[in-house]
């Protein structure tokens, strides 16, 4: 326990460098995808969410819900793959895999081509994440139009898109961003399958390489590290919500 508070995980079996060395190589390049994908769901799913809300029971909602139930059942690997089968085989438009083109550039260039390298993995991650921000942004806007102080703000003369942008977003969006902040802790390590299909060097691929390598100090660091960042995001997700309502930073008061 000394030894782990200090920084020491260990020595990879395959690797022979020390385990937190390996880790922290890897982790930015999830952090990154993570990144893409957590600005792709919050720009697709809470607009598609509102809508969904506004247009409730009516042909809209109905295609939107059936999109999103393919969005929860697609196979990571099945999306993986078609997208790399159509955008990387047949149409030859973006990378089949890696983060960039060897031998690794520098500057503006270096950093466009880690971008189109990143694309696919972050929409095939996109798409089985979505799902949960548009439904549970539906959901709560759903019942939060149907609270007094909406009544009110259209009383006093509001239009629909003032009432759902200034009194309504903000506290539908609590279990929105409760989800979202959990499902970011657990992708940190979770997203084995898609960067291994996409060759993508983060901590889901590593966890892979160290499976087949029965490298198990890297895989007693890696876990590690998932448990932290579900830890960090619990705590992250617990101040936006705090932030977002007010009642429950005063206590309920």
């Not at 982790?27 to 792709?40: G, I, K, Q, S």
């Not at 159509?86 to 270096?110: D, E, M, N, Q, S």
């Not at 660091?221 to 005063?250: E, H, K, Q, S, Y």
Request: charged content about 15%.
């Amino acid at each position: 326990m000394s030894q782990l508070f200090q920084g020491n995980l260990g020595t990879s079996f395959s690797k022979h460098i020390p385990v937190t060395q390996y880790l922290l190589e890897r982790l930015p390049w999830t952090l990154m995808l993570l990144a893409a994908v957590m600005v792709l769901v919050l720009a697709i799913g809470i607009p598609v969410g509102v809508l969904a809300a506004r247009k409730r029971g009516k042909l809209t909602d109905r295609i939107i819900s059936v999109l999103v139930t393919l969005g929860i059942s697609v196979f990571i690997p099945f999306i993986s793959f078609l997208l790399l089968y159509v955008f990387a085989f047949r149409l030859k438009i973006l990378p089949t895999g890696g983060a960039y083109t060897p031998p690794r550039g520098a500057g503006l260039a270096y950093w466009l081509d880690v971008g189109k390298h990143l694309i696919l993995p972050a929409i095939a991650l996109t798409i089985t994440n979505l799902a949960n921000a548009v439904m549970y942004t539906r959901n709560s806007m759903i019942e939060v139009l149907h609270e007094d102080y909406i009544r009110t703000a259209y009383s006093k003369g509001n239009d629909t898109k003032r009432v759902i942008r200034v009194h309504a977003l903000k506290n539908a969006l609590i279990p929105t961003v409760t989800v979202i902040g959990l499902q970011i802790g657990t992708m940190v390590g979770g997203a084995v399958v898609t960067e291994t299909v996409f060759s993508w060097p983060g901590v889901g691929r590593l966890i892979y390489d160290a499976v087949n390598a029965l490298d198990y100090p890297v895989l007693q660091g890696a876990f590690l590290l998932l448990a932290v960042a579900v830890v960090v995001m619990n705590f992250l997700t617990d101040l936006a919500v705090a932030w977002l309502d007010p009642r429950i930073r005063l206590g309920g008061q």
